[in-house]
């Protein structure tokens, strides 16, 4: 028996859009959401600006893919809490303050990446600027 491909296909295809759409909605709804994809542009940016090696870009970009996964991930877990939980509950708060404390520590590692990666370029920049 032949399987239907086309229509295998299609669903593969409109996970794409669902993805896109989740994450579309986390943009609108989270105000962290908003603010890590700010900083991450301003971080982009800047790397553009130094001009920085392959190496550093992989870590910029793996440290703000973290970021926003977590964000991601923290506002599935959030959602479905709510929906569960819609009434304070003890478990209800840990699984909340878990899955933030999730997106701190990536948070958190991003900085140090960042400080990493920018620390050499800026200080050669203000040396530049005094001198």
Request: hydrophobic fraction near 60%; charged fraction near 15%.
């Given at each position: 028996m032949v399987k239907n491909t086309a229509a295998r296909h299609k669903?593969?295809?409109h996970s794409f859009r669902y993805a896109a759409q989740g994450i579309a909605s986390a943009f609108?709804?989270?105000l962290n959401m908003k603010v890590h994809s700010g900083l991450a542009?301003?971080?982009?940016i800047a790397a553009a600006?130094?001009?920085?090696?392959?190496?550093?870009?992989?870590l910029l970009l793996l440290a703000i893919t973290l970021v926003l996964t977590a964000?991601?991930?923290?506002?599935?877990?959030e959602?479905?809490?709510?929906?569960?939980?819609p009434d304070d509950h003890p478990l209800a708060k840990t699984a909340k303050d878990t899955a933030?404390?999730?997106v701190l520590l990536t948070a958190v590692f991003a900085v140090i990446a960042g400080i990493y990666v920018f620390y050499g370029p800026v200080m050669d920049w203000i040396a530049e600027l005094v001198s």
């Open positions: 669903k593969f295809w609108k709804s989270e542009v301003v971080v982009l600006m130094f001009k920085l090696s392959p190496a550093s870009w992989m964000e991601l991930l923290n506002t599935a877990i959602s479905v809490v709510d929906l569960v939980s933030a404390g999730a």
